[in-house]
């Protein structure tokens, strides 16, 4: 079935610095990712829709220059977090629509601690 | 405003009995459910989805229905199994985009 590889799994830095996750699908092409983040016992939010080819819609509520998403390709989505403080440490996950079976694979999730 | 609600944030099923999940929406726009299965800090796991024109849709142990005039839907898990323990979410798409909208999630327990 459709995959999608999410890196890293999880990621500890310091206060200022900023962060890469990427969002890969490995065996079909995605025109729309989508980023979503999890609080410990809450409901996944959706962040923003990526597009590949074109600027990200970004939910209310989103910093766009905080959450930096590149959809430079079919395959690959990136979300940078950008001078990152404390209450950014979540759990990011990644989706992708596959249009073959009209279905949305998730990735794995990165656990981000910002200390 | 949630437009997705799992009212119950946990359930504790004997093994081998009939596992109930129970999902309420308010958006009339929305076309297309899914159950997801989720462990700690991993990824959702996409288990079974269900159209609006559908009332009912069965995938091994796993039944998805749905009751459009209530704007309700239930996933049935039968026989439940130990592993079945996670959280699901329900989630729904609107036919005016392609995103999901993630219910609160119950934990489920499956006691041996």
């Known amino acids: 079935g459709a995959v999608v590889s999410q890196h890293p799994s999880w990621v500890i830095c310091k206060s200022g610095t900023s962060v890469k996750i990427e969002c890969r699908s490995l065996d079909f092409q995605a025109t729309t990712m989508f980023w979503y983040r999890q609080f410990p016992k809450q409901s996944l939010m959706l962040m923003a829709t990526?597009?590949?080819?074109?600027?990200?819609?970004?939910e209310q509520g989103v910093e766009k220059d905080k959450f930096l998403i590149n959809h430079a390709s079919l395959t690959l989505s990136t979300l940078t977090v950008t001078s990152a403080h404390p209450e950014d440490s979540s759990f990011y996950i990644c989706?992708?629509?596959?249009?073959?079976?009209?279905?949305?694979?998730f990735g794995s999730g990165t656990r981000l601690t910002v200390v | 405003d949630q437009q997705v609600k799992q009212n119950s944030p946990s359930l504790s099923v004997q093994e081998g009995r009939i596992s109930i999940l129970n999902c309420d929406y308010t958006?009339?726009?929305?076309?297309?459910f899914l159950w997801y299965k989720k462990y700690p800090a991993e990824g959702p796991t996409f288990l079974i989805s269900i159209s609006s024109i559908k009332d009912k849709n069965e995938d091994g142990r796993f039944t998805v229905f749905l009751n459009k005039s209530a704007k309700h839907l239930s996933l049935h898990i039968v026989p439940s199994q130990p592993g079945d323990s996670a959280v699901y979410f329900c989630?729904?798409?609107?036919?005016?985009?392609?995103?999901?909208?993630f219910g609160g999630g119950t934990r489920l327990m499956v006691k041996p």
């Open positions: 990526s597009n590949e080819g074109s600027k990200a819609t970004y």
């Open positions: 989706s992708a629509e596959d249009s073959a079976w009209g279905g949305y694979t």
């Open positions: 989630a729904a798409r609107g036919n005016a985009g392609n995103m999901l909208t």
């Open positions: 958006n009339s726009m929305f076309d297309y």
